[in-house]
């Protein structure tokens, strides 16, 4: 595992053995559940950091273009250069975890499985691991859960008897990484001297800084010309100039990325409700959904939009819920305030407030809200695990989280997450449906319910559409 590591000559010794002892502690199943995590896609190169005999690249090797397998065992590198022979996309290096000889920022992901466990200093381990993946790049570990066999610290040279998985979250924050999940790999690590260990699989994304462009964009189609069109003009129109206005007023447009098919943008409002509200918002909808049509919002309820936008959800929002009611906007670009604000004015809604703030940390109290609306927002956001969490923390027990948002059907090419363009244009922030829900889940949200919406298309040859995700906090 590691150079110099009290658990390298226990490895040194057991290496050609080591494939038949492995069998009675964990199974394959372990690795399906950490590459279904990582939504690979085959233009990725990887790493299998204390990777042994190879138990986890040989599961990586058919689906990324390049693996690297790191040890700090020679004998157990050469069992592994057997045990993968057949494949021609793996190297082999001989390698100090603290410390491993791959460049800067130059790989998609990052694997290891029962690899921590023998770290002398986890947190830097994790943080190397970090270190070489590039924006977007995932970590991917799969490890024991705390226990109490020490045992396991004399006869099998583990150094940690296994991890509590908030300090493991804290160490994975503090190394930069975002959307983070911890969750059951359903398996056990056992033996006929040990009860059964809970195996976990903890992931995170390193962080793509991607705000300020997404908040430039915003800010400027909240200004540009102000033409109030509407989305059927820009649906049925051959050109721009048809409305007098840009695209971008009117939907997120054509996605600025090579080999992008072009995303069919509908919210899905009726004309009566847009009737409802001011021209300015009704016609300046930038969403990929309805998310008040599924909320069932009822008189005198406390509602909260994030990412507000124009205004649009807010004020029929505001309808729904009455005068008894309230609505909360919150929204990060001060030109997006601004204009709702105006449109508030010249509507006369007297029960909606739009407030400056982010989505990672709303302007808001524990428990205050009753249901939270979001519209094609979520996904501009880098850590969309932390505006789960948010919401949560503010809504109510009982509350109910109604969001439409952009997701993939599958992974995409690592190349499409760094385009500042595609961000803008909700694409390359989305993630792949299930590691979506999987987040709203790791909030603690129950009953999450999952309804494909009327935006979608494709994204670099992968399916990209728009979903409504309903879910509760529970009472």
């Given at each position: 595992m590691i150079i110099n590591n009290p658990s390298q000559p226990y490895f040194e010794k057991v290496a050609g053995e080591w494939d038949s002892l492995r069998t009675g502690y964990f199974t394959e199943v372990?690795?399906?559940?950490?590459?279904?995590?990582?939504?690979?896609?085959?233009?990725?190169?990887?790493?299998?950091?204390?990777?042994?005999?190879?138990?986890?690249?040989?599961?990586?090797?058919?689906?990324?273009?390049?693996?690297?397998v790191l040890d700090g065992s020679p004998a157990m590198l050469e069992v592994a250069r057997k045990n993968l022979a057949s494949y021609s996309n793996v190297e082999y290096q001989v390698a100090d975890g603290q410390s491993l000889p791959v460049p800067d920022a130059s790989l998609d992901a990052a694997f290891a499985n029962m690899y921590l466990h023998h770290a002398p200093d986890p947190a830097a381990a994790i943080r190397e691991m970090v270190r070489i993946l590039r924006p977007g790049g995932r970590l991917v570990i799969t490890d024991l859960d705390v226990h109490d066999q020490e045992w396991m610290k004399e006869e099998m040279s583990d150094v940690?008897?296994?991890?509590?998985?908030?300090?493991?979250?804290?160490?994975?924050?503090?190394?930069?990484?975002?959307?983070?999940?911890?969750?059951?790999?359903?398996?056990?690590?056992?033996?006929?001297?040990?009860?059964?260990?809970?195996?976990?699989?903890?992931?995170?994304?390193?962080?793509?800084?991607?705000?300020?462009?997404?908040?430039?964009?915003y800010a400027a189609r909240a200004t540009e010309g102000d033409c109030g069109c509407s989305s059927d003009c820009c649906e049925d129109s051959n050109s721009d100039s048809d409305c007098g206005c840009s695209s971008s007023c009117c939907s997120p447009g054509t996605i600025s990325l090579e080999e992008v098919g072009t995303i069919h943008w509908d919210g899905g409002y009726s004309p009566s409700e847009t009737a409802d509200?001011?021209?300015?918002?009704?016609?300046?909808?930038?969403?990929?959904?309805?998310p008040v049509a599924m909320a069932g919002l009822k008189d005198g309820e406390v509602v909260l939009d994030i990412g507000s936008g124009g205004g649009l959800d807010a004020f029929l929002a505001a309808k729904r819920v009455g005068p008894t009611g309230?609505?909360?906007?919150?929204?990060?670009t001060p030109a997006m305030l601004q204009r709702a604000r105006k449109a508030a004015k010249k509507g006369g809604f007297?029960?909606?407030?739009?407030?400056?703030?982010?989505?990672?940390?709303?302007?808001?109290?524990?428990?205050?809200?009753?249901?939270?609306?979001?519209?094609?927002?979520?996904?501009?956001?880098?850590?969309?695990?932390?505006?789960?969490?948010?919401?949560?923390?503010?809504?109510?027990?009982?509350?109910?989280?109604?969001?439409?948002?952009?997701?993939?059907?599958?992974?995409?090419?690592?190349?499409?997450?760094?385009?500042?363009?595609?961000?803008?244009?909700?694409?390359?922030?989305?993630?792949?449906?299930?590691?979506?829900?999987?987040?709203?889940?790791?909030?603690?949200?129950?009953?999450?319910?999952?309804?494909?919406?009327?935006?979608?298309?494709?994204?670099?040859?992968?399916?990209?559409?728009?979903?409504?995700?309903?879910?509760?906090?529970?009472?």
């Open positions: 372990v690795r399906e559940v950490a590459i279904a995590k990582a939504w690979l896609h085959p233009s990725m190169q990887v790493a299998d950091v204390g990777a042994g005999t190879g138990f986890m690249a040989a599961g990586l090797a058919p689906l990324a273009s390049k693996v690297i940690w008897l296994g991890f509590d998985r908030a300090e493991l979250r804290k160490w994975f924050e503090e190394a930069g990484l975002v959307n983070i999940i911890i969750d059951d790999t359903e398996q056990t690590c056992q033996s006929e001297r040990q009860t059964a260990i809970n195996i976990f699989v903890a992931t995170g994304t390193r962080r793509i800084v991607a705000r300020d462009s997404v908040q430039a964009s509200v001011p021209a300015d918002a009704a016609g300046f909808s930038l969403g990929c959904g309805n309230f609505v909360y906007g919150i929204d990060m007297e029960n909606v407030k739009f407030r400056h703030g982010y989505a990672e940390k709303l302007p808001v109290k524990d428990g205050e809200i009753d249901v939270i609306l979001s519209n094609c927002v979520i996904n501009l956001t880098e850590d969309k695990a932390k505006v789960f969490a948010e919401a949560y923390r503010v809504l109510k027990p009982g509350g109910r989280l109604e969001v439409n948002d952009m997701v993939f059907g599958g992974s995409i090419p690592p190349a499409a997450r760094l385009s500042t363009g595609g961000w803008a244009e909700c694409i390359s922030g989305a993630l792949p449906e299930g590691e979506y829900v999987d987040l709203v889940k790791q909030a603690g949200f129950t009953d999450v319910q999952v309804r494909r919406s009327t935006s979608g298309g494709s994204s670099t040859g992968v399916p990209v559409y728009s979903v409504q995700v309903s879910a509760l906090k529970v009472q």
